[in-house]
DNA sequence: CGACACCTTGAAGAGGTTCAAGAAATGTGG
DNA sequence: CCACATTTCTTGAACCTCTTCAAGGTGTCG
């Protein structure tokens, strides 16, 4: 795959402004090209990278789903994240030069390599790119925020709820519908997320069901009462 | 209070290592001389900014000790982070030029502040910095991260017990004991990180104190078996 | 010294987990 | 293409951890 395919690719591709900087100059994208060194697919289930792995490079997928996830040495597990199309993984491995997560392709994806090293040269000279870099930590930084209040102070009903209002959210940012969506994940996986149960997760998916606020039919979710939904993230101001 | 004495004080400063890159060259001191541009001191329980407030520049304190919390409209609350001398706060604000979280002196303290625009322009030409950039910011994700395991998947005495080491190690890397601590923060503010309530966390305290693992009176805490401390966190191999 | 914030402890209750069994979907190999 | 194995999901019942509510104790600061 040489440079000016992927040149191109960057330039047409439907997922620049979820990824990109937006106001880059003719020049700055000359700059750019080069950032993107290469492409990967990866098979559904498979490590784009684990933790441990020398870090080398953030990578922006192109399509398909992602988790990533931290484990300790006695054998504890927690999913940190979700991240679809547009989205940016590995920058948990900067700070010590490898990876101290893992990501797992929970569909079939691919992604767009950005070695890190080329990142660092670039954004000091595209000062646009230096910002974007900036945002998309602090983003995530914020992102995990959001989490912590969730596992912290939401019980079991405001806490699917309210990762199903963001998963459908950011779907909808992408095209998708706002009220359907297939999970791409397990029970287990989201209730590792979500800090419950498996059965807890299915449990409150019935609940929501009964009280008319979603469809679930395995992991196909039709959101019926996308407000309801939003009230019962919001309600309770009790602390 | 002129720039030269800041430079003066970073060059002096004993927290250099703690917040600044290393293997600086002399000329890379003189450039990030007017890095900071100045100091402010936070009064006990006083914001250093607040959600909401117009992000400008990021902070490393000098001496005190804050706490970070994020806010829903609807009044949840969630403490996301203590940070003590030579640690930086202030990255939330990156993304959306604005913060997203409260920064509360928990003792009198005092920052160094850092104009966001100066660290932007500086690092550009000092790649040393660059890369220090980053790393704290991947440090954050990194942290977060730990915390999410911790919330999503450790029980209370865990949680406690994490808790604990934590700070201690972090004050031991300061040169202060490895056994006895100060909490410079409520047992609702605990409580509160570890997405438990304070009775919980004062009952957990009772009971690490009642099996010989700490000394606890008031704020003031021993730790008097760290290995026992540890069992607790590393054992419950069982997910 | 008195007011206020903070901490401790008990008892009852709720929410989520655990264990268990069965159903539904998915994938595999013949 | 079907049968079988496997994974995933659902639901029930008992249990346990943490919360809630309440009261009293301790420390601190003006």
Same mark, same amino acid.
């Given at each position: 795959?040489?440079?000016? =395919?992927?040149?191109?690719?960057?330039?047409?591709?439907?997922?620049?402004?979820?990824?990109?900087?937006?106001?880059?100059?003719?020049?700055?994208?000359? +700059?750019?090209? #080069?950032?993107?060194?290469?492409?990967?697919?990866?098979?559904?289930?498979?490590?784009?990278?684990?933790? #441990?792995?020398?870090? $080398?490079?953030?990578?922006? &997928?192109?399509?398909?789903?992602?988790?990533?996830?931290?484990? $300790?040495?006695?054998?504890?597990? !927690?999913?940190?994240?979700?991240?679809?199309?547009? *989205? &940016? &993984?590995?920058?948990?491995?900067?700070?010590?030069?490898?990876?101290?997560?893992?990501?797992?392709?929970?569909?079939?994806?691919?992604?767009?390599?950005?070695?890190? =090293?080329?990142?660092?040269?670039?954004?000091?000279?595209?000062?646009?790119? !230096?910002?974007?870099?900036? @945002?998309?930590?602090?983003? *995530?930084?914020?992102?995990?925020?959001?989490?912590?209040?969730?596992?912290?102070?939401?019980?079991?009903? /405001?806490?699917?709820?309210?990762?199903?209002?963001?998963?459908?959210?950011?779907?909808?940012?992408?095209?998708?519908?706002?009220? /359907?969506?297939?999970?791409?994940?397990?029970?287990?996986?989201?209730?590792?997320?979500?800090?419950?149960?498996?059965?807890?997760?299915?449990?409150?998916? =019935? +609940?929501?069901?009964?009280?008319?606020? %979603? /469809?679930? @039919?395995?992991?196909?979710?039709? %959101?019926?009462?996308?407000?309801?939904?939003?009230?019962?993230?919001? +309600?309770?101001?009790?602390?």
């Amino acid at each position: 795959m040489n440079p000016h =395919s992927i040149k191109a690719a960057c330039f047409n591709c439907t997922l620049r402004e979820l990824c990109m900087p937006a106001g880059l100059t003719d020049g700055d994208l000359d +700059k750019l090209d #080069g950032l993107v060194t290469a492409r990967r697919k990866i098979k559904r289930g498979v490590p784009l990278f684990a933790n #441990g792995d020398q870090f $080398t490079a953030l990578y922006t &997928i192109r399509t398909g789903f992602f988790k990533t996830s931290v484990t $300790t040495e006695s054998g504890r597990d !927690q999913v940190t994240g979700f991240q679809m199309a547009g *989205e &940016i &993984i590995g920058l948990d491995g900067i700070v010590g030069d490898h990876h101290t997560c893992d990501a797992i392709a929970l569909e079939d994806a691919e992604v767009c390599v950005m070695p890190y =090293s080329r990142i660092e040269e670039l954004s000091r000279e595209v000062p646009a790119l !230096q910002n974007h870099v900036h @945002k998309m930590m602090s983003r *995530e930084i914020v992102r995990e925020h959001g989490v912590l209040l969730l596992l912290g102070s939401m019980r079991a009903e /405001e806490r699917l709820a309210a990762f199903l209002l963001n998963l459908v959210q950011r779907l909808h940012a992408r095209g998708f519908s706002q009220t /359907e969506l297939v999970l791409r994940m397990t029970r287990e996986e989201i209730g590792s997320y979500l800090g419950l149960k498996l059965e807890t997760v299915s449990r409150t998916f =019935s +609940k929501f069901a009964d009280d008319g606020l %979603i /469809e679930v @039919k395995q992991r196909h979710v039709r %959101i019926v009462d996308a407000r309801g939904l939003r009230g019962i993230v919001n +309600k309770p101001a009790c602390n």
